[in-house]
């Protein structure tokens, strides 16, 4: 599968994650006393502040109320939307109140509950190892997978495209 176009990622105001699964290797830890663990990547978080630096705001809408999640968004100041049944709405709700269009954004998923904002953005992207069902329907699918790297992967693509018209050419002196 081919990598979005230059313009297309160019056009990027807004990247939506859901987590688990895109943050996360879709797997998740419990402890003798119920309390769950999940393996994040690291580098990720270099990739979301890039993204930040070039003003394109990032958010994650989960379907999950989970304090794993709340914490770990805390730590990546990103904006995070939990225990959201309707996925749709929330993300339609954040675009509205950003100003972004549909076609200015991306929705990153990896399972079923993620394929209505996968459609209605202008931009869908699942991580290797994504549902069957979301990589047929995804525009691109990475080369990493969730929780080993995917956001980084598509954070640095976006941040590549849209570099050379956000910041300043350097001059040799």
């Avoid at 939990?82 to 991306?106: D, H, M, S, W, Y």
């Avoid at 790297?149 to 693509?157: K, T, Y």
């Amino acid at each position: 599968m081919k990598k979005p176009s230059r313009e297309k990622l160019k056009r990027i105001k807004l990247v939506a994650f859901d987590f688990d699964g895109v943050f996360t290797d879709n797997k998740v830890y419990v402890d003798q006393d119920g309390r769950e663990m999940v393996c994040c990547w690291r580098s990720d978080g270099i990739g979301l502040q890039k993204l930040k630096e070039i003003g394109v705001k990032t958010v994650v809408i989960s379907s999950e109320i989970n304090p794993v999640v709340e914490k770990r968004c805390a730590k990546l100041g990103l904006e995070c939307v939990t225990g959201e049944k309707n996925k749709l709405n929330a993300f339609k709700k954040i675009l509205e109140r950003e100003k972004v269009l549909p076609q200015e954004a991306c929705f990153v998923g990896n399972d079923t509950p993620d394929l209505e904002c996968m459609r209605f953005a202008g931009l869908s992207i699942a991580p290797k190892g994504s549902m069957p069902e979301v990589v047929r329907e995804a525009d691109y699918v990475t080369k990493n997978p969730g929780g080993r790297g995917a956001v980084r992967e598509i954070c640095d693509m976006i941040y590549e495209a849209k570099k050379s018209t956000t910041l300043e050419p350097q001059v040799e002196r």
